[in-house]
Protein backbone atom coordinates (compact mmCIF):
# COMPACT_ATOMS: atom_id res chain seq x y z
CA UNK A 1 0.00 0.00 0.00
CA UNK A 2 1.56 3.40 -1.23
CA UNK A 3 1.00 6.50 0.94
CA UNK A 4 -1.32 8.50 -0.87
CA UNK A 5 -0.82 11.60 1.29
CA UNK A 6 3.10 11.71 -0.58
CA UNK A 7 1.25 12.62 -3.64
CA UNK A 8 1.24 15.96 -5.51
CA UNK A 9 -2.04 15.08 -6.32
CA UNK A 10 -3.60 14.23 -3.71
CA UNK A 11 -2.50 17.03 -2.32
CA UNK A 12 -3.95 19.42 -4.74
CA UNK A 13 -7.13 17.30 -4.65
CA UNK A 14 -7.30 17.96 -0.16
CA UNK A 15 -6.62 21.60 -0.80
CA UNK A 16 -9.64 21.74 -3.46
CA UNK A 17 -11.69 19.85 -0.79
CA UNK A 18 -10.53 22.56 2.02
CA UNK A 19 -11.68 25.51 -0.44
CA UNK A 20 -14.90 24.03 -1.89
CA UNK A 21 -16.55 23.83 1.60
CA UNK A 22 -16.48 27.49 2.54
CA UNK A 23 -17.19 28.43 -0.97
CA UNK A 24 -20.55 26.54 -0.77
CA UNK A 25 -21.31 27.55 2.71
CA UNK A 26 -23.43 30.88 1.91
CA UNK A 27 -25.35 28.76 -0.62
CA UNK A 28 -28.94 29.07 -0.04
CA UNK A 29 -30.79 26.78 3.24
CA UNK A 30 -32.68 25.11 0.13
CA UNK A 31 -29.53 23.56 -1.14
CA UNK A 32 -28.65 22.07 1.68
CA UNK A 33 -29.45 18.88 0.03
CA UNK A 34 -28.69 19.45 -3.08
CA UNK A 35 -26.41 21.26 -4.93
CA UNK A 36 -24.07 22.27 -1.69
CA UNK A 37 -24.00 18.43 -0.75
CA UNK A 38 -23.21 17.37 -4.26
CA UNK A 39 -20.36 19.43 -4.76
CA UNK A 40 -19.08 18.66 -1.00
CA UNK A 41 -19.40 14.82 -1.79
CA UNK A 42 -18.21 15.10 -5.51
CA UNK A 43 -14.78 16.80 -3.91
CA UNK A 44 -14.34 14.57 -1.21
CA UNK A 45 -14.94 11.58 -3.60
CA UNK A 46 -11.51 12.70 -6.20
CA UNK A 47 -9.37 12.45 -3.01
CA UNK A 48 -10.91 9.85 -1.54
CA UNK A 49 -10.51 7.54 -5.14
CA UNK A 50 -7.05 8.77 -5.17
CA UNK A 51 -6.30 7.33 -1.65
CA UNK A 52 -8.31 4.00 -2.48
CA UNK A 53 -6.41 3.11 -5.78
CA UNK A 54 -3.13 3.77 -3.54
CA UNK A 55 -4.45 1.01 -1.36
CA UNK A 56 -5.31 -1.47 -4.08
CA UNK A 57 -3.43 -4.24 -5.04
CA UNK A 58 -2.63 -3.97 -8.19
CA UNK A 59 -1.97 -1.10 -11.57
CA UNK A 60 -4.92 -1.66 -12.92
CA UNK A 61 -6.86 -1.43 -9.59
CA UNK A 62 -5.04 1.61 -9.04
CA UNK A 63 -6.15 3.12 -12.29
CA UNK A 64 -9.76 1.99 -12.49
CA UNK A 65 -9.80 4.77 -9.15
CA UNK A 66 -8.23 7.01 -10.70
CA UNK A 67 -10.12 7.32 -13.46
CA UNK A 68 -13.00 7.06 -10.88
CA UNK A 69 -11.55 10.46 -9.31
CA UNK A 70 -11.11 11.79 -12.88
CA UNK A 71 -15.00 11.40 -13.45
CA UNK A 72 -15.71 12.91 -10.11
CA UNK A 73 -13.63 15.87 -11.08
CA UNK A 74 -15.14 16.50 -14.16
CA UNK A 75 -18.43 16.53 -12.24
CA UNK A 76 -17.39 19.08 -10.13
CA UNK A 77 -16.74 21.29 -12.58
CA UNK A 78 -19.91 21.62 -14.03
CA UNK A 79 -21.21 21.85 -10.74
CA UNK A 80 -19.26 24.80 -10.34
CA UNK A 81 -21.22 25.95 -13.42
CA UNK A 82 -24.40 25.46 -12.58
CA UNK A 83 -23.52 27.48 -9.15
CA UNK A 84 -21.59 30.31 -10.77
CA UNK A 85 -24.74 30.89 -13.48
CA UNK A 86 -27.33 30.59 -10.60
CA UNK A 87 -25.66 33.23 -8.40
CA UNK A 88 -24.42 31.21 -5.70
CA UNK A 89 -20.42 31.15 -6.32
CA UNK A 90 -18.53 34.81 -7.47
CA UNK A 91 -16.99 34.77 -10.69
CA UNK A 92 -13.72 34.86 -9.01
CA UNK A 93 -14.31 31.91 -6.92
CA UNK A 94 -15.35 29.94 -9.36
CA UNK A 95 -12.60 31.23 -12.15
CA UNK A 96 -9.99 30.07 -9.04
CA UNK A 97 -12.13 26.51 -8.23
CA UNK A 98 -11.59 25.85 -12.16
CA UNK A 99 -8.11 26.88 -12.30
CA UNK A 100 -7.39 24.44 -9.60
CA UNK A 101 -9.41 21.81 -11.22
CA UNK A 102 -7.53 22.34 -14.40
CA UNK A 103 -4.11 21.81 -12.61
CA UNK A 104 -5.71 18.49 -10.77
CA UNK A 105 -6.63 17.41 -13.76
CA UNK A 106 -3.77 17.38 -15.74
CA UNK A 107 -1.87 15.64 -12.93
CA UNK A 108 -4.23 12.71 -12.42
CA UNK A 109 -4.39 12.42 -16.07
CA UNK A 110 -0.70 11.91 -16.14
CA UNK A 111 -0.62 9.83 -13.47
CA UNK A 112 -3.89 7.56 -14.52
CA UNK A 113 -1.36 6.84 -18.02
CA UNK A 114 1.38 6.11 -16.08
CA UNK A 115 -0.40 3.54 -13.49
CA UNK A 116 -1.81 1.95 -16.81
CA UNK A 117 1.02 2.12 -19.07
CA UNK A 118 2.37 -0.24 -15.46
CA UNK A 119 -0.50 -2.42 -15.39
CA UNK A 120 0.22 -3.38 -18.92
Not at 21 to 32: G, R, V
Amino acid sequence: MSDFKKLNVWQKAHELTLRVYPATASFPQSEIYGLTSQMRRCCVSIGSNIAEGCGRAGEAEKARFLQIALGSLSELEYQILVARDLGYLAGAVADELNERISEIGRMLGSLANKVRAASA
